[in-house]
């Protein structure tokens, strides 16, 4: 039997952390897809990515033709671009270097590196590493007006992270003024520490701006799951932070659990059924399996390693395989370009590598069961759709609407049918951003698979809303109406890292350049914590200043515990 090559790339080896070649293959003995890569110096690794080798190959075929929406093809654009020449070499001139292809969609700031956590799985952990990190405000402004000023595409959502950014007393000055500066939304990464202790703090987050929590939710009520992670049980805590953003009628809760293989990943429909029985507070799930520090031998990496393959599985079989389809994040990429040419707003789009992650909707039902989105909708229908929609409008189509609903019985769609006979009769009447919309809805139309139920289910109800209007708002109300987006987000390691992703890198942190503070350095985020954040904090660090101790914080968390208990 031939081995099956499935592609080439770059990566690094996990001793000496120099660029070494790749192969990405499907092993004949396990039937995994693995990377394998030789160091002349540290000899051979290999890591699993996948353990369907189907589906992988299946997942690759959303990124053959994104194309750079990165604009670098003269010196002056590196300038305005933020783009600086290669010199090293990737990945080793982040900054971005001029061998990017995607623009980053994510500004992600760390605005300290402090915690009120000592968690054994962490990026950023202040306590371990003894010194302290935090840009002061002006510093922060700083970063998202170089990230909003981007050419050609600027950074259109704003992530604030850390340490843990709650920390900082004026995170809701920071929030209000990511609104000011553009950011169509901003997200707080956190523990959710303080916005347990202080509903007042969460109310001045959310009245700042803030449209997301994204809340690190690794665990429901096992405490020995939350001991391991996070070195001590955090469930009463976290239910807090859920109660807290119901009284203040906060919707935009993202529940984000590190999945361990055999820690938690016994955790994962758990989490699934925790977020469906909260819907009206959280909105999705963004699964993160675990990013391995150290070194470890192949068959320790083996028996920890958890693939986004082994989490598609632990879901269906939750859900009674309620996921037909795991997208990869790209698959939007030109409808979410096609929204936003809707809006008349600057284009954007999630050109991501394929193996970076997935994201899809899964339905709660009237009978608060999990159904697959696709009884209600094609939704790969609606994608090509959406994207031939796209590429008529940037060549400046016009529509031909003739026989566009040939074969669609209108009496199903009930009273909205006369509106979409109207549209399409209207059509050569409009203004053409008008008229493509028009077009749009028609056709969109021809994807619902129960009209039937097209006034009565909340699902279809918020289908033919985007559609009808179809822009970014209308497309984020959609999971208001008990559509879960459920999602994962692998970040890499020395293990398995792959410069095809980084180089397709949608979240890119926003740190001040340490040899010359009027810059801004924007760092794929693999890459900034595979290889560049102990020397990039290291010189950013503040002097004199040091971190609280690992006892300190742990003596505070479980004083505050108490307190949630009572």
């Known amino acids: 039997m031939t081995e099956e090559i499935i592609r080439r790339t770059t990566s690094i080896c996990p001793e000496c952390l120099q660029p070494i070649a790749a192969e990405i293959y499907v092993d004949d003995n396990t039937n995994w897809v693995m990377m394998r890569k030789n160091c002349e110096e540290h000899g051979d690794f290999k890591d699993k990515l996948s353990i369907d080798p189907e589906e992988y190959k299946w997942q690759q075929t959303f990124t053959d033709e994104i194309g750079s929406t990165v ?76 990230f909003r000023s981007m050419k050609p595409t600027a950074a259109v959502l704003l992530q604030i992270s850390g340490g843990e950014p709650t920390i900082r007393d004026d995170l809701p000055e920071i929030i209000r003024k990511g609104k000011e500066l553009g950011f169509i939304e901003v997200m707080v990464t956190t523990n959710g520490v303080r916005f347990a202790k202080s509903i007042e703090f969460m109310k001045q987050c959310k009245d700042a701006g803030m449209d997301a929590i994204y809340l690190q939710f690794d665990a429901t009520d096992n405490p020995e799951v939350w001991k391991k992670i996070r070195g001590v049980n955090l469930w009463p805590l976290k239910q807090r932070v859920i109660e807290n953003a119901r009284k203040i009628g906060f919707y935009g809760v993202m529940l984000v659990p590190v999945i361990a293989k055999g820690v938690n990943d016994q955790e994962v429909g758990k989490i699934m059924d925790y977020a469906k029985d909260n819907n009206d507070v959280i909105s999705g799930i963004i699964y993160q399996p675990v990013s391995l520090c150290g070194r470890i031998s192949f068959e320790e990496l083996m028996d920890i390693r958890y693939t986004t393959s082994d989490l598609k599985i632990a879901i269906n079989k939750h859900t009674n395989n309620a996921i037909t389809k795991f997208y990869p994040l790209a698959t939007t990429a030109k409808m979410t370009r096609l929204l936003a040419w809707f809006d008349d707003v600057p284009e954007w789009s999630p050109t991501s590598h394929s193996d970076c992650g997935f994201a899809t909707i899964c339905v709660i039902n009237a009978k608060d069961e999990w159904e697959p989105i696709e009884n209600y909708f094609d939704a790969e229908g609606l994608i090509r759709w959406s994207n031939k929609v796209y590429d008529m409008a940037q060549k400046q189509e016009v529509p031909k609407p003739t026989g566009l609903l040939k074969g669609i019985n209108l009496e199903e769609f009930g009273s909205i049918a006369s509106t979409i006979g109207k549209f399409v009769d209207d059509i050569t009447s409009l203004g053409y951003r008008q008229m493509m919309k028009a077009y749009y809805f028609a056709g969109a139309m021809r994807y619902v698979r129960n009209p039937t139920k097209l006034l009565t289910s909340k699902t279809l109800i918020a289908f033919s809303r985007l559609i009808a209007f179809p822009n970014l708002q209308s497309a984020g109300k959609f999971f208001h109406e008990k559509n879960l987006l459920i999602s994962s987000m692998h970040f890499q390691d020395s293990y398995n890292f792959d410069l095809d992703r980084v180089c397709r890198c949608l979240v890119h942190y926003g740190v001040i350049d340490p040899e010359d503070s009027s810059k801004v350095l924007e760092v794929p985020f693999c890459a900034m914590n595979t290889l560049h954040r102990e020397r990039l904090e290291r010189a950013l660090a503040i002097q004199g200043e040091e971190a609280k101790k690992p006892d300190e914080i742990q003596s505070e968390i479980e004083e505050l515990l108490e307190t949630v208990k009572e």
């Open 71 to 146: 604009d670098h093809t003269t010196k002056p654009e590196y300038v305005s671009s933020g783009i600086k020449e290669c010199n090293e070499g990737c990945p080793y001139d982040c900054g971005i270097c001029e061998n990017h292809k995607s623009a980053p969609n994510i500004c992600l700031i760390d605005i300290t590196n402090r915690c009120n956590l000592a968690c054994p799985i962490c990026f950023a952990n202040a306590s371990a590493k003894g010194y302290v990190v935090q840009p002061t405000y002006d510093q922060i402004v700083q970063i998202m007006e170089h």
